[in-house]
């Protein structure tokens, strides 16, 4: 290759690699993603370089990742707009001790950003969007999703450092998502940030490859594990907050019979006034029965916060990585496919120019392109050693949130020693109150020491 060849290939490298990405995604903004500029704006590029030794291998531990932040995210008095109510949420971070107004809009434009910033790395996907017909079941259920979005972000170490989530999390000016945006206008994304981006394949496992399958395998099992333990830690969870339900009818019902007046025949009482001891003794237990209900329905509301939400944000973070699995195989891989496919194509043309003798300056022109999608195809080379660069700190990340396992069961543990506990005193403080439901000789009124093996009392 000549000398004015050469300089043809380095002068197109950045140009060739903007024009492959446009191509390929049709996307305006890809082509900044391409173009390594750093401003006054730039969050300091310095924290996406990676520390010294082995930049591949992560050293955090779980506590050090929860300890980042904690992101509380509730719900505020609702806003009635010209057609639709607009919800809106407090979000208070105890890192940058802030308190913001953000809407679920302001989060979409937020997480745009991070895919833009970060589109090999794990980014947790947001609960879906109901213009209509949203019920407070749904909101609630969007809100601890949202909340679960943002703690699994603010303690990525990454995304932690990014000078976005600050944005999103500390400033209340009213055009957020115009801050947001203009904060990534002139900062590509990592792969164009990170100093070490163009020698990643120098820090990758010769079996890159095998490694990324099988722990993809892995998590994909994992993550199945999980789904269902959370299935049936909301049935357990529901069904306590059924039992205080059915509790607490149930002392109703036994207050409504001690509260019944119709007038009892004489002779039907025979002398006795069994009947109406009953009913005073069958109105004092609706007490105690609406306290058993409100024991169950804290187990019940306990373990959906401690239990089933720790178990979900489980889940978001595996769905993130296979979410980053399938970004890496249907965008980079696919990408450097169709790069290699076009430039298959130009050599052909250009065997077949040689052939038919063209016009010098066709042929010219010709091998110019060829050159440029070298560039390209070499550009989608660094980027898909890159992200499966990416990939291996992501996995890390996945096995460091393992542990977050014996949270979860000592939470569940916990929860039920506790329940159990507080409604057993409640049920012992109510024994001693059966005692005038049961006749005994000479008038006495005491309790059966044992039930009877078929569960009716003779008397």
């Known amino acids: 290759m000549t000398g004015r060849t050469m300089d043809q290939?380095?002068?197109?490298?950045?140009?060739?690699?903007?024009?492959?990405?446009?191509?390929?995604?049709?996307?305006?903004?890809?082509?900044?993603?391409?173009?390594?500029?750093?401003?006054?704006?730039?969050?300091?590029?310095?924290?996406?370089?990676?520390?010294?030794?082995?930049?591949l291998l992560l050293s955090y531990t779980l506590q050090e990742l929860l300890a980042r932040d904690?992101?509380?995210?509730?719900?505020?008095?609702?806003k009635k707009g010209l057609f639709l109510k607009h919800v809106e949420y407090e979000v208070s971070s105890q890192r940058f001790k802030s308190s913001v107004y953000r809407r679920y809009n302001d989060f979409v434009v937020f997480h745009d950003m991070l895919l833009h910033r970060f589109p090999y790395r794990m980014v947790p996907a947001l609960p879906p969007k109901r213009m209509l017909g949203a019920d407070r079941e749904f909101i609630e259920?969007?809100?601890?999703?949202?909340?679960?979005?943002?703690?699994l972000v603010a303690r990525h170490p990454l995304f932690s450092e990014d000078v976005i989530l600050k944005l999103f999390l500390s400033f209340s000016g009213s055009d957020v998502q115009n801050k947001l945006k203009e904060s990534a206008q002139f900062v590509g994304d990592e792969f164009m940030n990170c100093k070490l981006a163009t020698r990643a394949k120098d820090f990758l496992p010769a079996d890159i490859q095998t490694?990324?399958?099988?722990?993809?395998?892995?998590?994909?099992?994992?993550?199945?594990?999980?789904?269902?333990?959370r299935d049936r830690a909301e049935r357990i969870a529901s069904r306590a907050i059924d039992n205080a339900a059915d509790l607490l009818i149930f002392g109703k019902e036994l207050s409504a019979l001690g509260s019944d007046t119709t007038p009892l025949p004489s002779w039907a009482t025979l002398n006795s006034s069994t009947w109406g001891a009953l009913k005073q003794a069958l109105?004092?237990?609706?007490?105690?029965?609406?306290?058993?209900?409100?024991?169950?329905?804290?187990?019940?509301?306990?373990?959906?916060?401690?239990?089933?939400?720790?178990?979900?944000?489980?889940?978001?973070l595996l769905q993130s990585y296979k979410d980053l699995c399938e970004r890496?195989?249907?965008?980079?891989?696919?990408?450097?496919?169709?790069?290699?496919?076009?430039?298959?194509?130009?050599?052909r043309q250009m065997m077949s120019a040689a052939v038919q003798n063209r016009e010098p300056e066709s042929v010219e022109q010709l091998e110019s392109r060829i050159v440029e999608q070298e560039n390209a195809i070499q550009t989608m080379e660094l980027r898909n050693y890159f992200s499966l660069y990416c990939l291996h700190q992501e996995t890390q990340l996945i096995h460091v949130y393992l542990p977050l396992t014996s949270h979860i069961l000592g939470a569940f543990v916990n929860s039920q020693i506790q329940g159990h506990?507080?409604?057993?005193?409640?049920?012992?403080?109510?024994?001693?109150?059966?005692?005038?439901?049961?006749?005994?000789?000479?008038?006495s009124l005491t309790p059966p020491r044992s039930p009877p093996e078929d569960g009716v009392c003779p008397h």
């Open 9 to 55: 290939q380095q002068a197109a490298a950045v140009a060739a690699a903007a024009e492959a990405e446009a191509d390929e995604e049709a996307d305006p903004a890809a082509a900044e993603l391409q173009t390594p500029q750093v401003t006054e704006q730039d969050p300091e590029p310095s924290r996406m370089q990676m520390p010294r030794g082995n930049p």
């Open 70 to 78: 904690t992101v509380q995210v509730e719900l505020i008095p609702e």
């Open 141 to 151: 259920a969007r809100r601890r999703a949202l909340k679960r979005f943002i703690n």
């Open 211 to 229: 490694q990324f399958a099988v722990s993809r395998e892995l998590i994909r099992n994992i993550y199945n594990g999980f789904y269902k333990l």
């Open 283 to 316: 109105k004092g237990l609706s007490v105690e029965f609406a306290l058993l209900a409100d024991k169950a329905a804290q187990q019940g509301k306990q373990e959906e916060n401690d239990v089933v939400e720790k178990l979900n944000l489980f889940l978001d």
């Open 328 to 347: 890496h195989e249907r965008g980079v891989l696919h990408k450097h496919q169709r790069a290699l496919h076009k430039y298959s194509l130009m050599k």
């Open 421 to 443: 506990k507080e409604m057993s005193k409640v049920w012992n403080d109510l024994k001693p109150k059966l005692s005038c439901f049961f006749a005994g000789p000479h008038s």
